[in-house]
């Protein structure tokens, strides 16, 4: 009897060499220890042995009970390496690879793209870069901007603030609008510049709405700048960024930063308007704040979302999207 159970263990135990993986593995198991498996058959045949055997054939199943499992132990674990090795395979990303032929080699994210063609539009209507630091003073954020301690504007804003210095003083920039500001106090008239860069406000994430987002701001400080360059100049930049048969329109609004001040929108060629920005003529406050004399020049700013053009361009229509950072997602474009 303990002759035919070795036989058994052996072919058992061989039989683990053409198990391919963990649930051919667990089928074996069963069949091996179930109840119709060799060690259960040889169990009970130990009532048929004479008394003084039993003892032998009992310890000769639990040694070989011992060794039939620790093969299969040894077998589960190469065939665990084995899948866990075809699971890194497949999620495999190696970040030094170099890639051969045509394979993509990565592309600049589509809101880099849109502000880099943006700067190049402007560059290209006489325009400057500026920049200013994302982490603001209150005062470049807002007093300068004539915007001033307890204005109801401040809380339109919903502000973040920056935990330095005087409590509420430190904030992260709501928009590009202090870099007029700083381009000001740096540099005489005649200014004409254009600043992209990152706001932030306190909002929830949604299709349209992000905490952080993207804008630019322009400015132009000269002698005699009026209202109809500020048309003038919009139009322009909407025939050479959107197109032929795009044109665009101002509607009145109110921003404390210029006067008169302006919402403008963009059309396309289908007749439908598009919401793009604000835009005004420099209220005189905010020449002096930036040093300059409002008697002798004017000036005329606007500010507009980036990410919003963006969307539009490749057709995207949830913000969060450009967030996400989901290389299938990027890769569209
Ligand atoms: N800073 C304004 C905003 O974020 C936009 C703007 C810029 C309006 C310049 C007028 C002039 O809403």
Known sequence: MIDRLRTDAATVVAGLGDVANLDGLAELEREAFGKTGFLSRAKKEIGSLPPEDRKDAGRAINEIRAEVEAAFDARRSVLKDAALL??????????????????????????????????????????????????????????????????????????????????????????????????????????????????????TADATHMPVFHQLEGLVVDRNISLADLAGTIEAFTEAYFGPGFSSRLRPNHFPFTEPSAEFDIQRPDGSWLELGGCGVVHPNVLRAGGIDPEEYSGFAFGFGIDRLALMKFGVDDLRELFTNDVRFLSQF
Request: no cysteine; net charge negative; glycine share 8%.
């Open 86 to 203: 075809v699971r890194f395979e497949a999620e495999r990303l190696d970040l030094t690879e170099v890639l051969n032929g045509d394979a993509a080699v990565g592309h600049a994210h589509i809101v880099t793209q849109a502000w880099e063609e943006l700067e190049d539009v402007f560059v290209g209507m006489g325009f400057r870069i500026a920049e200013g630091p994302e982490i603001e003073t209150d005062w470049y954020n807002f007093d300068a901007l004539n915007i001033p301690p307890g204005h109801p504007a401040r809380d339109g804003f919903d502000t973040l603030y920056v935990n330095h210095g005087e409590p509420g003083h430190t904030v992260l920039r709501t928009h590009t609008s202090p870099v007029q500001i700083r381009t000001m106090l740096a540099q005489e008239p005649p200014i004409y510049i254009v600043a992209p860069g990152r706001v932030f406000r306190r909002d």
